[in-house]
C-alpha cells in the first residue's frame, strides 16, 4: 500500500506559479511510477506529466508544456509538479497517482495507476 498525500493547490493569478507536492508513505517510494493529474468540473481526469521511478524519464502533455514540469525526490518520498504562467484553464482539481514498477515506464493513463492522493484544488483567476 502507498498512501499520498497531495499539497500546495490555492488561489492565483493568471500568470503566476504553485508547486504542488506528493508525499508518499508506505512500500519504497522508488519502486512505483508516479502521475500528475487534474480534473476540471464535467471534464475526463487526464494526465498532465508523468515520472518514472528513478525521475530518468518524464512526460509532459502538450497543452502544459513549456509551463509545467514534473520532478521527484526519492530520498524525500515526493513527487512535484511546478506550474509556471498559470492559465484559467488550468483550473481544476490535481491528483497525484502510483503504480508499482519493475521497468523504466511513466504511465499516461489513469486506470494505469492503482493508488490515488485525495486531490487539491488549483483555481487560476483572469
Known amino acids: 500500500q502507498v498512501h499520498l498525500v497531495e499539497s500546495g493547490g490555492g488561489l492565483v493569478q493568471a500568470g503566476g506559479s504553485l508547486r504542488l507536492s506528493c508525499a508518499a508513505s508506505?512500500?519504497?517510494?522508488?519502486?512505483?511510477?508516479m502521475g500528475w493529474f487534474r480534473q476540471a468540473p464535467g471534464k475526463e481526469r487526464e494526465c498532465v506529466g508523468a515520472?518514472?521511478?528513478?525521475?530518468?524519464?518524464?512526460y509532459t502533455r502538450d497543452s502544459v508544456k513549456g509551463r509545467f514540469t514534473i520532478s521527484r525526490d526519492n530520498a524525500k518520498n515526493t513527487v512535484y509538479l511546478q506550474m509556471n504562467s498559470l492559465k484559467p484553464e488550468d483550473t481544476a482539481v490535481y491528483y497525484c497517482?502510483?503504480?508499482?514498477?519493475?521497468?523504466?515506464?511513466?504511465?499516461?493513463?489513469?486506470?494505469?495507476?492503482?493508488?490515488w492522493g485525495q486531490g487539491t484544488q488549483v483555481t487560476v483567476s483572469s
Open positions: 508506505g512500500r519504497t517510494f522508488s519502486g512505483y511510477a
Open positions: 497517482a502510483a503504480r508499482y514498477t519493475s521497468g523504466d515506464y511513466y504511465y499516461l493513463g489513469a486506470s494505469e495507476y492503482g493508488y
Open positions: 515520472i518514472t521511478w528513478n525521475g530518468g524519464r518524464s
